[in-house]
Each structure stands twice: as C-alpha cells, then as structure tokens.
C-alpha cells in the first residue's frame, strides 16, 4: 500500500464555518459550480431547481439530507471534493447554528485553512468568534475571512473595512498566523472565482485564488521514524510481524529499532505489504514489520529509531475540547486515547476553562 502524502498529491483540507443563514452552503456550491469538473447530472438538477428570484439554488450541491433541504440549514458535516490546477480540495463543510457548534470540532481537527464566513449585513456575530476560538483550540493558524452578501449593502467598502477590523482583532487574539479578508457575493460569484466588477475598489485576489496561495503543511523533512504498533501478526510455520501506518520518518531493512516501552532494540529483517515487499518504509505506508529477534511487542507500542526514543511521562497537560452531554466530571474514570491504545488516566484536574461568549479564560 503506498504511501498517502498530501504535500506531493498536492490536498488541502479546507474547513468553511460561520452563523446560521450567513451563506455557506451557497459559497461552496458557486465554488463547484464555478470550478470543479461536475458530472451532468448534477448541474441540470441545480439548473431546474431556482431561488425565488430566479436564481440557482446552488446549496444544492453541498446538503445532501432531506432535512437541510426543507430548512435550508447544514445539519451535518458534509465532505466535498474538487480539482483546481494541480491541487485537490477537500471541503470540509461544518453546521452554523449555535445548536451544532461542537461539530465543527471533528472538521477542525483535519483542516489546514478555515474559511470563515460572515453577512455583510450583520458582519461579526458572537457566534463567528465561538468559532475563530475553536479554530485556535485546535490549531488551525490559516483563515481567510470571506464577507458574504455585499450586495446588500450595495457593495460598500466602508462596511467591508468595518468588518476587516473587527476580523484582525480576531487574528491577533488567537495567533492566526496567515489571515485574509475578501468580499464575496457567493450568489452570483463575485470574487469567488473571478473578479467583481461591482467592486472595482477591491484589488485582492478571489477565493480561490487565495485558497491556491496557501502553503501546503509540510511535516519536518528529518523527522524520526514512529510507527504505533496496531496488530501483531502470526502466520505459520514460525511469521511474527507488527502491522501498522508510520505517522513520521522513514525506515529500511537492517534498521535498528526501539521497543520504546521496554527500551529492548532489534533489526528490521522484513518490510510486507499486501502488494509484496519493500526495502524501506515511509511516513503513511501501511506495513508489515518483522524484526530479527522476537520482542514482547503488543498492539499500542510504539516502534522508533533508538537515537531518537519517546520520552516517557506521568502526567502531561493538555487543551481539552470537550464534546459529551454530560458536563466535564474530574471523579470520573476517564480514558486517554492513543494513536492504537486507550490508556487510563489515574486523576484529571481542570485549571482554566475558555468562555466561548467573553473569549476569556475562567479559573
């Protein structure tokens, strides 16, 4: 199984957030309509299916449930794809409403930029910044604030500008590191795909000519091998191998490589895979590792290089995006997820939490 590498097939994840009603289904559907290579079918159903004022109804393209039909809302999160030039993107299209906030969450985790939509009309709401305080939480530095609507307000860039501002305040607050402000009419594509001529005073580039702008995430290029353990694979007369997906680096066949729970090495002898052997395993490669000498290896371990092992802790501190019904109880026995193991934690202690409506923390 080769090896699946965004930086070489050129992906970018991108996660489209904002308030209810402000236009999001709309502007990925003029994203596909204007950009992607759509099948037939697909367009004649948006081509027979009009607005009110005769327009197409392009939300059509992203809500595929019934019920985000009849109330004209994103239920759930909803995953588009598309080509432009050499990149592929994958749209990670996340609910609005207040209601389905967490949500985003599991969309966020995968993002490498967030569109954040807003109505030129109503322009920052206290449920934008719930999200620009998600995105932060969970790490995603690239954002680019698309203003929706200008039409409404006649296209003026007073109001864009007023926006901006109060979208800059945002970046400096939770550290976006690469952020952009672009006034868009997602209804008829204005500085979506192509230029507006209603809005000649603005001189950026369209969305996705921005989306085409934003650096591939590029993992360190001499990382170690890492390669978590998750099954341990017998076959007769006298096979053991440990299968399981390198998350960073690279080995080859001789290697040596570290139990990094027991601190026991060995060599690798063997690389499998269901299309035949390899001499060396990369970062993303599904594999079947066997090494020289049998190693009380089970799932969870995890294989490293002995120059660079894990460094081993009791206690670790951590962000916490807490996603249950029930509120956060410290008594309850509580499980830490691994990339292949589920490890019980002992105690937990909470020493700030994030109020989503101030933006500040509570002790």
């Keep these: 199984i080769g090896p699946i590498d965004d930086e070489a097939a050129g992906i970018i994840h991108v996660l489209t957030c904002g ?31 009009r607005l009110p004022d005769g327009g197409l109804d392009l939300s059509r393209l992203v809500d595929g449930l019934a019920a985000e039909r009849e109330q004209g ?39 490498d930029v967030a569109i954040m939509l807003v109505d030129a009309r109503h322009g920052v709401k206290p449920q934008t910044r719930r999200h620009a305080a998600i995105l932060g939480l969970l790490g995603v530095r690239r954002v680019i604030l698309t203003v929706n609507k200008m039409d409404l307000v006649g296209g003026n860039e007073a109001r864009f500008r007023e926006i901006e501002a109060e979208f800059r305040a945002l ?3 939770f550290a976006f590191d690469n952020a952009a402000a672009i006034p868009v009419i997602a209804t008829t594509g204005d500085n979506v795909a192509r230029s507006s001529s209603c809005m000649s005073w603005y001189e950026g580039p369209t969305l996705i000519e921005q989306l085409n702008r934003t650096a591939l995430h590029r993992p360190a290029e ?29 080995i080859v066949i001789g290697s040596a490589v ?54 081993r802790v009791t206690q670790l501190d951590a962000r916490l995006f807490w996603m249950a019904e029930a509120p956060f109880d410290p008594g309850r026995r509580l499980l830490l997820r691994t990339a292949t193991d589920l490890v ?20």
């Design 19 to 49: 308030p209810v009603d402000d236009g999001k289904s709309t502007l990925i559907g003029r994203l596909l309509w204007d950009v992607a290579d759509l099948p037939e079918d697909a367009r004649a159903a948006v081509s027979e299916s």
């Design 73 to 111: 809302i994103t239920i759930d999160i909803a995953w588009r794809y598309f080509d432009a030039g050499a990149r592929r993107y994958v749209i990670i299209d996340r609910p609005g409403h207040e209601q389905y906030t967490r949500n985003m969450a599991p969309g966020a985790s995968h993002a």
């Design 171 to 173: 970046t400096s607050r």
């Design 222 to 250: 001499a990382a170690s091998f890492r390669m978590p353990v998750q099954i341990v694979v017998r076959r007769a007369p006298d096979f053991r191998g440990l299968a399981g997906t390198g998350s960073s680096g690279s």
């Design 258 to 311: 570290l139990d990094s729970a027991s601190g026991r090495t060995a060599r690798g002898r063997r690389i499998a895979t269901m299309d035949g052997d390899l001499q060396v395993a990369r970062r993303g490669q599904a594999v079947v590792l066997q090494l020289d000498r049998v190693l009380d290896i089970a799932r969870g371990a995890v294989l490293t290089t002995p120059d660079q092992p894990l460094k």
């Design 344 to 363: 019980p934690l002992s105690a937990a202690r909470v020493t700030a939490k994030l109020d989503l409506e101030t933006l500040g923390e509570i002790e």
